[in-house]
């Protein structure tokens, strides 16, 4: 909607800003919804269901109904809905509309919009309607930049997830003989151990546990071949205390005995 010039919004009567009774709810209409309808909730909790998915709502929840859309809601009359509600239409095809249903952080220039457009015509306002079709439109940019934000957010966390694994992988690499353990790389990613699990092996390709044992190992090699340490000398400076251990380990991941190395 945003390639939609003010003028072009039309309308509607139907808009107020409603407290609830108690036992209220939104029945199925006999049709489905005619138009577009911009729906917020100021407070109180409740359920809307859109084409069959259920919302639970509250303080910040904001719709985009639209034409076709079959809603229904309920709320619980020990804390009933505060909300606006908005109906309109648009002359043109409308590009990048808002996402059906959003929980805004910034709420109060949001609300501060909603006012003003039901004030304008509660009190008669000079030049209402082209002020309120100015309105609408900030309101519905307002939501395009909330999404257009989130999306960013999401890519952001997800880039910095990335290096944070890779960092705690390349980290692995290079202190082998260090006691890692999937909880302390975890605290060390600032992750909880079960994400950070699911994590590392979506990433890297295999858990935590077998990349830890095979940097041991690619290091001993190392050693064993190229730095002339023994068997055991190798197996303790990499954490194992027990050579046997070690010696199965090791042929598990090479095929080959550690004295096979030297």
């Not at 239409?89 to 919009?113: A, G, K, M, N, W």
């Not at 004030?119 to 609408?136: D, P, T, Y």
């Not at 194992?240 to 005995?257: A, E, I, P």
Request: hydrophobic share 35%; net charge positive.
């Amino acid at each position: 909607m945003l390639n939609i010039n003010p003028d072009q919004y039309i309308l509607k009567p139907a808009f107020a800003t409603i407290k609830c009774e108690p036992y209220w709810k939104w029945r199925k209409r006999d049709k489905p919804m005619p138009n577009y309808d911009l729906f917020y909730v100021w407070s109180g909790e409740g359920v809307v269901v859109l084409n069959g998915k259920s919302f639970p709502i509250e303080k910040g929840h904001c719709f985009l109904f639209r034409p076709g859309d079959e809603t229904t809601a309920t709320h619980n009359p020990q804390n009933p809905l505060v909300l606006t509600y908005i109906h309109f239409d648009v002359l043109e095809t409308p590009q990048l509309i808002p996402s059906p249903h959003r929980i805004l952080s910034d709420t109060i220039s949001f609300e501060s919009l909603l006012a003003r457009y039901v004030r304008l015509f509660l009190v008669k306002s000079f030049g209402a309607e082209i002020e309120a079709k100015l309105i609408l439109k900030q309101l519905i940019i307002h939501l395009l930049r909330e999404e257009r934000e989130h999306v960013a957010q999401i890519t952001n966390t997800s880039n910095r997830l990335i290096e944070t694994v890779h960092e705690i992988a390349n980290y692995v690499q290079q202190h082998p003989g260090e006691p890692h353990t999937v909880a302390s790389l975890a605290a060390r990613a600032n992750l909880s151990q079960k994400y950070f699990s699911q994590k590392f092996k979506q990433l890297i390709g295999q858990t935590v546990k077998s990349y830890i044992i095979q940097a041991r190992i690619k290091r001993a090699e190392h050693l064993l071949h190229y730095e002339g340490m023994t068997v055991t000398e190798a197996a303790y400076t990499l954490g194992y205390n027990d050579l046997h251990f070690f010696s199965r380990q090791f042929k598990k991941y090479t095929g080959k005995n550690p004295t096979d190395i030297r």
